[in-house]
């Protein structure tokens, strides 16, 4: 091997840009899981009885789950005995009313993460709800919403403000008991989103969420629910840091979408938790469980992906296509460096008659990660004439990671279409000769490389947002050339 | 501008050029040709610093500067330019992206601003103009899903942009039909000029009916053996390269 190989050693192991924590007071709940967590988390957030009843039913059933284990992922037992299930900024007295009442070590903790509430929001023309450890700390631009119809705060919120939606929708796409981690968040989830569309409405700006989980030993279960009524179309966005600390933290959300008939949601997600360190050590156990269900006819979900953190990410973002014609999309990018371990991809459940959905994935590993595709698509007896269309690419950047596919197919209905595509490559040599040949730095020529391979996810972005993505993604892979 | 004293390299473990010499003044086009298997492309991608081609000894200075020293990416911000014989196709990366960060770089190197994005693009479609191919080029990726004939006139193009001072041009003449030939010489002796130097590695003297050759030279068993003018180009064509190979005794 050439000198070439160590330095591209050396520059994968660059540095976690958000790895900071904010000194700041919380009030958690100590360590431990029982009902009385349950009931004390409720009662802080002054939950009305229907959802304590649901809580505690999910967590009855949690009891009786086991983790699962068919994933391509290894850890160590997680001890949920040994996390924190609440954690919120202690506010002086009061909860602020508006931003400027915000504690300011909050705001600049953002600000680090680059998304200044103020200046962003108002250039961007992007609504942000951010949520800090556990509870939503401001809600911006939601006068704004409010003129057009558009309900979106955070779920605490929502819960007292409008309890008949949250009844109505929660847990209608992914039950309380639909998993080992969604029940454990069902029992638990502390915050998270509400987005609520009217009927033709669509949504005058995009809407975003930062996640973001500083306090050491907390798990972050949040839970994001969003509904667009007949006619409504809404582009969401999520994106995701955390403080580097040696130990693992787990985050277990769930997000539910639901799409009525000729509705759209565009769901975006950039996620950059902490990864660990070069050696596998610290970062987020990322178990999150993604459900949008086209419940009326002509409706549409996207989901669109860039994964560029975690220790482990488990994560299946799907589409249940119950209405006729109804349309669901993935198209993600996945990145694993170091010993990072993702087991990700998509589930397709067609039901409903004429149903289309389009799979883009694009997996890229370096260093000794492991990268696993993991896609279902279901062609249920009901729906005549359904399509699906998969693409999965791999691409592997050094010679001790690895890239696995497993797309499952079920298809119980004759007229149905279903096409797959897949593909392995490393980067090449021949290609990096080239651009350097052309007078273009190792850095920039891979950065070249790999941004050509996720063109076709990134184009799915929202213009802003594609540039974080593809600035996330050179910082995920500087130089990692092998 | 470039001189080669006794150059040897090998690849993969085996001994391909051995002790090469070879000097190239501003001004002027040589012409390498040779059999199969002589070394020629070699020769190209050792200068132009392809990393799995080890040097084992000898010398290269391109201008004053030893070249050998130098990265690849070095070697071509200070102007040194290959035209590959099979050109890779990088999917995705557009064609226009690459050229500008090319010349950007090249440009920074030198202390010189970015390109504007509007006068590169007028630059651009100048040369694409002048070399014959079609605007689609412009949104289309790195050599993706071009024929063999595309992917030699987008070498020459990327020539023309970049403005090298030594362009070393690897068989860019193969798998040209004879128009292409034609657009792809009239693009490469437009860039002849006092201050630059080209070198062609070609099988065929086809080539140097468009482009006249100040020297030519049969590079055979990893050594250049026998050096001309013009005039050997055409006893090669006739004599084939036995001919050398005997009267060298190798």
């Known amino acids: 091997m050439s000198s070439k190989s160590q330095d591209v050693e050396a520059l994968i192991g660059q540095k976690y840009r958000h790895g900071f924590v904010t000194d700041i007071e919380s009030d958690s709940l100590p360590p431990g899981l029982d009902e009385g967590v349950v009931v004390a988390i409720s009662k802080k957030k002054r939950e009305p009885q229907f959802l304590l009843d649901w809580r505690l039913k999910a967590f009855r059933h949690w009891l009786t789950m086991q983790e699962p284990v068919w994933s391509r992922v290894h850890y160590k037992p997680i001890d949920y005995q040994d996390i924190s299930y609440y954690s919120a900024p202690r506010a002086p007295a009061n909860a602020p009313k508006s931003l400027d009442e915000v504690d300011p070590k909050l705001l600049a903790t953002y600000a680090k993460l680059g998304i200044p509430l103020h200046e962003r929001a108002r250039l961007a023309g992007v609504a942000v709800d951010a949520v800090f450890d556990s509870v939503s700390v ?32 929660l847990g209608s796409v992914v039950p309380a008991g639909d998993n080992f981690f969604a029940a454990l968040n069902s029992a638990v989830f502390s915050d998270g989103s509400f987005v609520y569309v009217p009927p033709g409405v669509r949504c005058p700006m995009e809407l975003s969420t930062y996640f973001r989980i500083n306090a050491a030993k907390t798990g972050q279960f949040e839970r994001t629910l969003i509904v667009a009524a007949e006619g409504a179309s809404v582009s969401y966005l999520e994106g995701c840091t955390a403080p580097m600390r040696d130990e693992n933290q787990l985050h277990a959300a769930v997000v539910e979408l639901v799409a009525l008939d000729d509705a759209q949601i565009k769901y975006s997600t950039v996620q950059n938790w902490y990864p660990g360190d070069e050696n596998g050590i610290g970062g987020i156990y990322n178990f999150v469980t993604k459900r949008g269900e086209c419940r009326g006819r002509n409706s549409k ?14 994560k299946y973002p799907s589409c249940v296509l119950k209405g006729e014609n109804s349309i ?105 000769f080239y651009c350097l040949q052309r007078g273009i730095s190792a850095e920039d020529a891979v950065n070249m490389i790999v941004s050509g391979f996720c063109k076709v996810v990134f184009k799915e972005l929202p213009m802003e947002f594609a540039v974080e993505a593809q600035n996330l993604l050179s910082v995920s892979l500087e130089g990692a050339v092998g | 501008m470039l001189k080669i004293s006794n150059l040897s390299a090998r690849v993969a473990g085996k001994e391909i050029l051995k002790g090469v010499d070879l000097s190239v003044n501003a001004g002027e086009v040589h012409a390498v040709m040779g059999p199969n298997g002589s070394g020629k492309s070699t020769l190209a991608q050792v200068l132009a610093g392809r990393e799995d081609y080890e040097v084992t000894g000898g010398s290269v200075s391109f201008e004053g500067r030893d070249l050998l020293a130098m990265a690849p990416e070095e070697r071509a911000r200070a102007g040194l330019f290959l035209g590959f014989q099979y050109p890779v196709e990088i999917p995705g990366v557009n064609n226009v992206y690459l050229l500008k960060a090319a010349l950007n770089a090249k440009r920074k190197a030198a202390g010189e601003p970015e390109v504007d994005a509007y006068e590169f693009l007028a630059l651009i479609r100048e040369k694409m103009k002048f070399m014959h191919m079609s605007e689609t080029f412009l949104t289309r990726g790195v050599n993706e899903g071009f024929s063999g004939g595309e992917k030699k006139r987008n070498e020459v193009l990327q020539m023309l942009v970049l403005e090298p001072k030594l362009a070393i041009l690897d068989e860019t003449d193969s798998g040209l039909d004879i128009d292409a030939l034609k657009v792809v010489a009239d693009g490469i002796n437009s860039l002849r000029d006092p201050a630059r130097a080209v070198v062609l590695v070609t099988h065929y003297q086809r080539l140097l009916d468009y482009i006249v050759p100040d020297q030519v030279h049969v590079l055979s068993g990893g050594r250049i053996l026998k050096s001309g003018d013009k005039s050997l180009a055409l006893e090669l064509e006739r004599r084939g390269y036995d001919w050398v190979q005997a009267a060298q005794g190798a």
């Open chain 1, 138 to 169: 401001a809600t911006t631009f939601k006068d704004k919403l409010g003129k057009a119809g558009v309900i979106f705060c955070s779920f605490s919120d929502a819960v007292h403000n409008h309890p008949q939606l949250i009844e109505r929708y």
């Open chain 1, 301 to 314: 979900i996207s989901w669109t992906q860039v994964e560029t953190g975690s220790a482990i990410t488990w």
């Open chain 1, 328 to 432: 669901g999309e993935f198209y993600s990018v996945a990145v694993a460096n170091n010993y990072q371990q993702a087991d990700t991809g998509t589930k397709m459940i067609h039901i409903g008659r004429n149903t289309k959905s389009t799979i883009v994935s694009k997996g890229i590993s370096a260093g000794h990660a492991e990268n696993t595709y993991r896609g279902l698509v279901k062609i249920l007896p009901s729906a005549e004439g359904a399509r699906n269309f998969t693409q999965c690419d791999s691409l592997l950047m050094g010679a001790k990671c690895a890239a696995h596919t497993f797309p499952y197919m079920e298809v119980k209905n004759p007229t149905a279409t279903v096409e797959h595509e897949a593909s392995t490559s490393k980067i090449g040599e021949d290609q990096l």
